[in-house]
């Protein structure tokens, strides 16, 4: 399955080459690596990490290192959540590319903590909820549109003549975590 995933990314990069020259087919081009991107995300097998920070490697700066990988990964998936992830979810999916050399959650929220001190707040950084759910937020992400999209698919489902929905029924329609439209919902 990776062997495949890595054909089909060579042939997008030599697609990508020959849309550089060509300013119509690159719209093309770039959607279709979206797409593509999408696909492999889904499967657990893009973004892999091919050498994963270790403690034996990264010795004292560990936490440093493991928060500068995790802030080059994370952009895609996070991206394609629409700009907000669960941490548990960035969790998964981290630890899903990085293959056999996997980091606990301490690692991860440790590494997560580092963003803001290392310059990276400008890109994505960590928020807590009031109700202890902690979420990894793109610079992109705008609370107040958000909050316009849940009342639009709530409302889009009361035309259905059914009023109300659930944490889960939205977290189904957004494709984010419970606890996450559970926020959403408040």
Partial sequence: MVSLSQKFQNQL?????SASSSSSSS?????DQASFNTYLLNLGIANTIASPVTK???????????SKQLIDFIQVPLES???IMNLIDVYCLFNRARGTELISPEDLYESVKMWEELGFGDRVKMRKFDSGVVVVQGAGYDEEEK????????????????GGMTAVELATKMGVGVGLAKEQLR
């Avoid at 990069?13 to 080459?17: E, L």
């Avoid at 639009?152 to 035309?159: A, F, Q």
């Fill in 147 to 162: 909050g316009k999209e849940v009342v639009r698919v709530i409302e889009g489902k009361e035309e259905g003549g059914k």
């Fill in 81 to 83: 959540s629409g700009g």
């Fill in 27 to 31: 719209s093309s081009f770039s959607q």
């Fill in 13 to 17: 990069s030599a697609k990508s080459a």
């Fill in 56 to 66: 034996q490697t990264a010795g004292s700066q560990y936490h440093k290192e493991l």
